[in-house]
């Protein structure tokens, strides 16, 4: 007994499923036109929103730039003061500008000198 034939797909006409027409083939690219249009029109409203974003994030930056200097500039001051005070203290006292708990008198000094010498 021969082998049985295997039914096969039909087929349409030729030239009909492989080929599109000229008005299909203008149809799709105006769709393809479209949709690439759209697209461009998002990431440009996209690239402007963020270049909107970073000009804000510099501006506030800057403005914390200008916050931290002027707060240096104050504990500047602040210190600038500070010292001033302890200098006039310690020219009011007859003492010079040495860390609290050294021994500062004339009294101490001198033994200290004494014992250094023997």
């Known amino acids: 007994m021969p082998p049985k034939k295997k039914k096969g ?3 349409g006409k030729k030239g ?6 000229v008005k299909d083939k203008y149809s799709k690219t105006l769709q393809e036109m479209d ?25 506030q930056v800057t403005d914390w730039e200008k916050v931290v200097a002027e707060e240096q500039e104050e504990k500047l001051d602040i ?10 203290h310690a020219e009011y006292d007859g003492t ?4 609290p708990g050294v021994l ?3 009294i101490y000094r001198s033994s200290s000198i004494r014992l250094r010498r023997s």
């Open 9 to 11: 797909k039909k087929k």
């Open 16 to 21: 009909e499923g492989g080929e599109m027409s």
């Open 35 to 59: 949709c690439l249009k759209h697209e461009l029109e998002t990431r440009t409203e996209l690239a402007r929103r963020n270049d909107a974003r970073a000009s804000d994030l510099k501006q």
């Open 79 to 88: 210190s600038a003061g500070h010292d001033q005070t302890i200098q006039d």
């Open 96 to 99: 010079t500008n040495t860390p």
């Open 104 to 106: 500062t008198s004339p």
